[in-house]
């Protein structure tokens, strides 16, 4: 018999007030910065109005700012004491909003085979749902090595897709090219697998948490 687990509005409310504060910290804003960059991103790669150079040059500014953004939040929140729990929640969200953006780019342009960007897109829909219900429980579930790693090997494929992307707008084809291709293709399946394995792990954390036994279930 499965078992639901009931939740009055004031149980939420409270639950929910303690995870997202009134005003935004300052790390909190830069993580927003990713949220709003993502669809620029996707607009510049998509419909492309200025020349080649013009538009593979802000492709790289936008990337860097998302990339350099992911890594310089934990850090000004941590430096000024404003680690809470809406940016251990907001951090990954930004997160997944700026990697699937460029993760869909590539895979429409055929660099990144459809197959690995499904297993992503159900990895990090899973975590979301995960957060979602750890959210509800008023616990906020931080990052773990694997999810780590997981995020630098989103962000050497995305780099490495990038290149890809801008040999071809601007019409070069170096001796090196299909070794950079291939070797895209196995940093691809290896984010595919760390993914996975690190999902596995954030499950096991969840049941940690949650205090559930295997045969229960929300």
């Keep these: 018999m499965r078992q639901g687990v009931h939740i009055d509005n004031i149980t939420l409310t409270a639950c929910l007030s303690n995870l997202y504060p009134d005003d ?12 709003i960059l993502a669809p620029f991103f996707f607009l510049i790669y ?13 492709l790289w500014v936008i990337y860097g700012l998302m990339e ?6 934990g850090r ?9 729990n809406f940016g251990k929640l907001f951090d990954p969200f930004a997160d997944v909003v700026a990697r699937m953006t ?44 694997g999810g780590k790693l997981k995020a630098v090997l989103y962000m050497v494929s995305g780099l490495l897709s990038l290149v890809v992307v801008s040999l071809r707008n601007l019409s070069l084809s170096p001796p090196w ?5 291939n070797l895209l293709m196995v940093v691809y399946v290896l ?28």
Excluded at 126 to 145: E, V
């Design 46 to 58: 998509q419909y492309p109005i200025l020349s080649a150079g013009a538009s593979t040059a802000l």
């Design 102 to 145: 460029y993760f869909v780019c590539f895979a429409y342009s055929g660099i990144m085979p459809l197959w690995i960007l499904l297993i992503i897109i159900y990895r990090e829909f899973g975590m979301l749902f995960l957060r979602m219900i750890l959210g509800l429980r008023g616990i906020a579930l931080g990052a773990r090595r």
């Design 177 to 181: 090219e299909p070794l950079l291709r």
């Design 24 to 35: 935004m910290t300052k790390a909190d804003r830069i993580t927003l910065s990713r949220v």
């Design 76 to 84: 000004v929140a941590r430096s000024s004491g404003e680690v809470s």
């Design 68 to 73: 350099i953004s992911d890594l310089v939040d």
């Design 191 to 218: 984010a595919a697998v760390v993914s996975l394995a690190s999902f596995v792990d954030y499950i096991l954390q969840y049941r940690k948490l949650t205090g559930k036994d295997e045969g229960k279930s929300i």
